[in-house]
């Protein structure tokens, strides 16, 4: 018997694959087919710091509290509304989905600033969340502000947050920063409890008719696991919180080759997107099949078996693979055969 039990957060799950957050965990039907299709955890979609500072007196009314100061409502995205209808129905989904489903249930807030919304984090707590995901979802584009500058206000708002609530916090991030050891280190050092490596940054795009800037949300591919897999091999030495692998799992052995690298739990949005909530199972299978396969019987052997420390070549993983990958990769071209694309 292939032993699935992974721990996250200090949640004990029933096995290592927990939805994201994401559209399918926005609803109540589709968190029940997830827990039915073997999801171990799931993640609300974020409710964004702009949607708590716009309603400022509602959550004053909420707290019924008057001494602390909320900063200055930022402008806000009508656009929202479509995803979240606000502080308050955020408060009834988590309510909803912890009534619906039996599995851990994690409250995503999607944040930068430091303000008074962090402390909507302690209803979400009343509310029955789990966990709480705080998604650092930011582009830092002021040229007056350092990297040093960006990350400071980010470990104090991590500071302030985790101070405001008993339960666990992890911190989703970007691979977008100067020195992303130090900061994993600070973001632990900062009390969270599990870091979420990575989320993916939307770049817009050009309508070339219309000369108008559009958003545009693609779904991952397979080919993007490859970085999370690094930086978990990386950072598994010296985080001792939980990691969760997101970006790019779309099959059993993407899972399990983020475990190998050292994650607790991996997570998953466009490939249930792509082929719908039930295919997590399909996901588990392969996996449980792998393992079986490979020896593993237990999720706690496999994890961090393929960590930078503990491959034959802890240097696979940084400068020196690119040395070696370019070299190679140059000379397989330079003595391979030119493809003729049009006949002559
Ligand atoms: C339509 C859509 C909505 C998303 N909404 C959220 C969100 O509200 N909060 C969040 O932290 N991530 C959100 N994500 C990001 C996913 O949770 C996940 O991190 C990302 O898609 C990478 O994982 P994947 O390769 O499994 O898709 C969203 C992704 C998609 C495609």
Excluded: C
């Excluded at 100067?178 to 870091?195: E, I, K, N, R």
């Excluded at 899972?255 to 490939?271: F, Y």
């Excluded at 490979?294 to 070549?313: F, I, L, P």
Aim: glycine share 6%; aromatic share 8%; net charge negative.
């Amino acid at each position: 018997m292939t032993d699935l039990h992974s721990e996250y957060l200090g949640l004990r799950l029933r096995s290592p694959l927990v939805a994201s957050a994401g559209p399918y965990t926005g609803d109540l039907d589709k968190l029940a087919e997830l827990q039915d299709a073997g999801a171990a955890a799931v993640v609300l979609p974020s409710l964004f710091e702009e949607q708590i500072e716009h309603e400022t007196s509602e959550i004053d009314r909420l707290f019924s509290a008057h001494a602390d100061s909320f900063g200055e409502a930022s402008s806000f995205f009508p656009d929202i509304d479509d995803y979240n209808t606000g502080p308050d129905t955020y408060l009834a989904l988590v309510e909803a989905a912890k009534d619906r489903v039996d599995i851990p249930v994690i409250a995503s807030l999607n944040g930068t600033n430091i303000g008074g919304w962090i402390r909507y984090a302690r209803l979400l707590e009343d509310a029955g969340a789990d966990a709480i995901e705080l998604n650092l979802y930011t582009v830092a584009a002021d040229p007056a502000r350092t990297g040093v500058d960006v990350e400071a206000d980010q470990l104090e708002l991590v500071a302030l947050l985790t101070g405001e609530v008993k339960i666990p916090v992890a911190v989703k991030i970007s691979p977008y920063y100067s020195s992303l050891a130090s900061f994993l280190v600070g973001l632990q050092d900062a009390g969270a409890s599990g870091v979420v490596m990575f989320n993916r940054f939307y770049s817009p795009d050009l309508d070339m008719e219309t000369l108008d800037v559009k958003p545009k949300i693609g779904l991952s591919t397979q080919a993007e696991l490859r970085l999370p897999l690094r930086w978990i091999a990386i950072s598994r030495d010296f985080l001792h919180i939980s990691i969760a692998g997101s970006t790019g799992v779309h099959a059993g052995r993407d899972a399990a080759k983020l475990l190998l690298a050292g994650a607790d739990v991996t997570m998953m949005t466009s490939a249930l997107l792509f082929h719908g909530a039930s295919y997590l199972s399909n996901i588990e299978h392969e996996l449980t099949e792998w393992m079986r396969d490979h020896g593993y019987r237990s999720v706690s052997e496999m994890r961090g078996a393929m960590r930078r420390d503990a491959v034959a070549d802890p240097t696979a993983y940084e400068r020196a693979a690119y040395i070696g990958n370019i070299t190679s990769y140059t000379s397989r071209f330079l003595h391979a055969q030119p493809i003729h694309l049009h006949k002559r």
